[in-house]
């Protein structure tokens, strides 16, 4: 049985914590004020993943211990045996999430850790499109939209950072009842153009969680 509980974008909120912890133990002077970022971190910490046994618990609070570099460090490098890897999809398995694509091109996945995957995301720079896969309510969907560049960095919806982003447009797939034969509504937002740097900042799943939802039409 797989002991693996923590996912990508709560090992990234981990280390954000980690960060923050470290920074008070570097910078403050007052011990009630680094004791007091102390028990935030570690709340936020256990709020982060679903803890089933007390060998995971051990594991996420011994935050509660480390004050140098080399233990900061050592922290996050314990809890990579316990990250969930991105489940891997075969090309034909991604070409089912997409049949009206004829000609689906997908990248070149050898090298790729999936344990630091929330979402697969590419581009065909041939057809000016996105394509982004996503475990949704325990199944795999895939959404396809325009990709258009904007050659400067913006905020990204998905990871609330500041990175180089693209406009993504895609076509909403529910209709309202009644709606006439070409009813067209497509809903847009500007996102990280590189999905491995999204993958490396992203803490929280909401803002993608919504976004396939409201494309796909599924509450």
């Not at 900061?72 to 009206?100: A, C, M, V």
Request: aromatic content about 10%; glycine content about 4%; proline content about 3%.
């Amino acid at each position: 049985m797989s002991n693996t509980f923590i996912r990508n974008h709560q090992y990234n909120l981990i280390k954000k914590q980690v960060n923050l912890l470290q920074s008070a133990c570097n910078t403050a002077a007052n011990q009630k004020v680094i004791q007091s970022v102390r028990e935030q971190t570690q709340v936020k910490v256990l709020a982060a993943c679903q803890v089933t046994t007390e060998q995971q618990l051990q594991s996420l609070n011994a935050i509660s211990l480390i004050n140098t570099i080399t233990e900061f460090q050592s922290y996050l490098s314990s809890l990579e045996p316990y990250l969930e890897e991105f489940p891997k999809l075969t090309d034909t398995q991604l070409k089912k999430l997409f049949p009206k694509i004829k000609k689906l091109r997908t990248p070149n996945w050898v090298g790729l850790d999936y344990r630091y995957v929330t979402y697969l995301g590419w581009t065909d720079i041939a057809t000016n499109k996105m394509f982004l896969v996503y475990r949704l309510d325990n199944q795999f969907v895939g959404i396809e939209g325009r990709f258009t560049p904007t050659h400067k960095k913006g905020v990204c919806f998905l990871c609330n950072r500041h990175e180089k982003v693209a406009l993504f447009t895609s076509v909403i797939k529910a209709k309202p009842a009644k709606a006439s034969p070409d009813y067209y509504k497509a809903m847009g937002n500007y996102m990280c153009v590189n999905s491995d740097t999204c993958n490396h900042n992203i803490t929280d799943v909401t803002a993608l969680d919504k976004f396939f939802r409201d494309i796909l039409g599924k509450l």
